[in-house]
Structures are given as C-alpha cells and as structure tokens.
C-alpha cells in the first residue's frame, strides 16, 4: 500500500513542534529586538531611518543572527507537511514537490529581510542615504514576495479539495478553503512598491498587517491540522499491525 | 437529501465565500474613509470615471450570474443544457475582461495611473483583485462545464457545480459593491 519511505509519527510531531518553536522565536526576536514591528513609515527620511539604526545597532544585529537561527526551521515544517501530502498521490507526487519547492523557496524570503535589517545596522556611521537602501530593500523584500508562499499554498489546496473522501486526507475541506482565501489575500503584498501612505504602504493593512494576521493564523491552523493527521496515522498503523 | 434544508454547495465554501466578503468589506471601509479626507479630489476623480463600461459591466455579470443560476438548475434537474449555459456565462466573464482591459488602457493612455492619486489606487487595486477573482471564476465555470457533461448527475457532480455557481455569485456581488463605490457614489462622502 505505502511506496514511500516514511517518517515515524513521533519524528514528524518532533519536527512540527521544533519548527514552529523557532518560528515563534522568530516573530519575537523580529518584534523585540529588531524592534521594526509594525515597520516605520515609508515616508521616513534618510536621517531618521539611520538614526534608528544608531540608536539600535547592536539590538538589530542580535536580533538578526536570532531570525538567521530560527529562518531555516520552517524547513522542518514544510517536511512533515509533504510527508502526510505525498501520501495523496501515486507515482511521481508532482503537487507535494510544488508544495515543498514554495516552501522552501518561502524560507529563503523569510531568512532574507532580518539579514538586510542586520546588514543596515552593521555600519550605523555609514553615508544615511546607503542605510535607507538597505533599509527599504529589506522591508519591500519583507512585503512583496508573497508569491512563493502561494506556491506552496495552491497544490495544498488542490490536494485538499480535489481528494475527496480518500482516508489518508490530513487536510479537512475547510482548511482547502482557508488556503485559497490565504493565497488570494497574499497577493495584496507587491503592491506595497507603490505607493508610501495609506493601507497598500509597507505598513498598511492591506499589506503588511492582513498577510501577517492571515500567515500567523495558517501556521496555527497547519500545525492543528497535521498533528490530527500524525494522530490518524498513528491510529491506522496500529489497526494494520 | 432534504432539499430545502440543504446548504448549497459544502459547507466549507463558506470559509472563502466569508473571507473575501470581509476584506471587500474592509477594502469598503478604506475608501470612504479616504475619501472623507479629500472629499474634492475624489470627486473630481471620480468624475474620470467610464460610468458607460461601468454600468455594461455591472449588465454582463448580472446576465452571467442568470446563466449559471439557470445552469445549476438544469444540472439538478438532470436536464441537458447545463454545460452550454456555463459556457455562455464564461463568455460574459471573458467580455467583462475585455471591457476592463479597454478602460484601463483608456485611464493610462490618459497618463492616469495607480501613482496618480488615493482615489486610483484604490480603482486600481480594488477593481483589480476583483478581475483576479473573475479569471479565477471563469476558470471554476470551464470546469464546471466539464463536470456537467459527465453522466450520470451525483451527488459529487452537484456539489462541485454548486461551489463554482456560489464563487461566480460572489464575484458578482463583489463588483456590485465597487460599482456602487467607484462609479454612484464616488463623489459624495
């Protein structure tokens, strides 16, 4: 019946766990120590951004080199939920390779903002207008690439809803639904590059506290979803001896 | 199968159905907001506005909405004829983005762009996501004339055909709700 190597169920919850531990580590070394939660106006000057730089250099750098730790553990997560996706599948399991290829891809985007907030307080005496580059690659970096979340999110969707009724779904109808919803709100972010006041700013709603709010309530919805389907797994195993 | 009783499509549609209401409802809040700020220069916006395609849109999808509606009905009824009328719905959809393409162009041929002011921004933004919604609607509805060929009706069938016709609904009252934004009442706050 299973083709596939798998991981014992004690290993996947291990690694959930782990990965989600580290990405709360994340949100509150961004948030404390980074110290840009929500980010600053977009309409900051040259002077003012580097001037929070100097006042919070060595908090940033600390704060990066935690986000720099913690980044990589999505990694973790994105393995248990391919190991209960590919499950859906026969043969080559070509929607959990775009599944995890988005989320791996995502955990690149989400190590590369706290390295470039940490690269703008490397040098806090540098010339103000080189400081604001840094500063703004980071945060439209932050913003705009939404789309390989989405990656990740439509062939878990697709798997969710299109695999009706198969009794190794881990993925309810409702959380299908939520990922659609999620991977439409998402793509708000991009256009963050345009303007630097209102709810499309780097700090709007739109596009900054809405994608977050959405992601956070993923990632706790995920984790539910998969340890339910590691407890499933679990229950099966035992009754096939 | 109690059929007064019954949620059309699953329940789980619902989800999505909800969230975008909410968020189109925010994006409501948002503007007027905005606009009571510079209530002047929306309105002088607002005035640029192609009210004709406006009003042809807001037809096109009504008339879609009609097909689908009609569509699903057939396909419960098993009647033949469901496929076509999806088909004469995602023509609708397919007019609707034509339109939109030409008034687009018409507003950046006029050296009017999302930049220009608040008001455009959120023309184009708003009206934008909502054209998102329509090609991905319009998808559901190639689909959803798939699934209606197939014999004989099911349970599944139904569902699935249900969903896509509770989406495209969504989509039109979507832009209902901008029309009246954007196009009646963009000028008065």
Redesign the interface.
Known sequence: MMTYPTISPRAQRFMLWWGWVMMIAFGLSYWLLIRLLPLNPATDTAAQVAAFYQANSLSIRIGAVICSWCAAFAIPIYVVLVAQSVRLEKGIPIWSILQFGGGMMMTIFLVLPPLFWGVAAFSPDRPPEITLLMHELANLTLVTTDQFFIFNMVPIAYLALSR?GHPLNPF???????V??TA??F??GA?AL??RT???AWNG??TYW?PFSIFGIWMTMTLVVLLRAIRQQEAMSASDG | MAEAKRVPGEAGIWVLIGGDLLVFSLFFLIFTHYRGQQPEMFARSHETLNGGIGLANTIILLTSSLFVALGVRRVRDDRPGGATLFRCALVCGAIFTALKAVEYGEKIGHGITPLTNDFYIYYFAFTGIHLAHVLIGSAGLIYMAAVAMGRPPSTTRTMIIECGAIFWHLVDLLWIMLFALFYLAGSHG
């Open positions: 009706r309810p109808r409702w959380y299908g639904y939520y659609v919803w439409l709100m793509e708000i256009f345009l303007p209102g709810p499309f709603l739109l809405i």
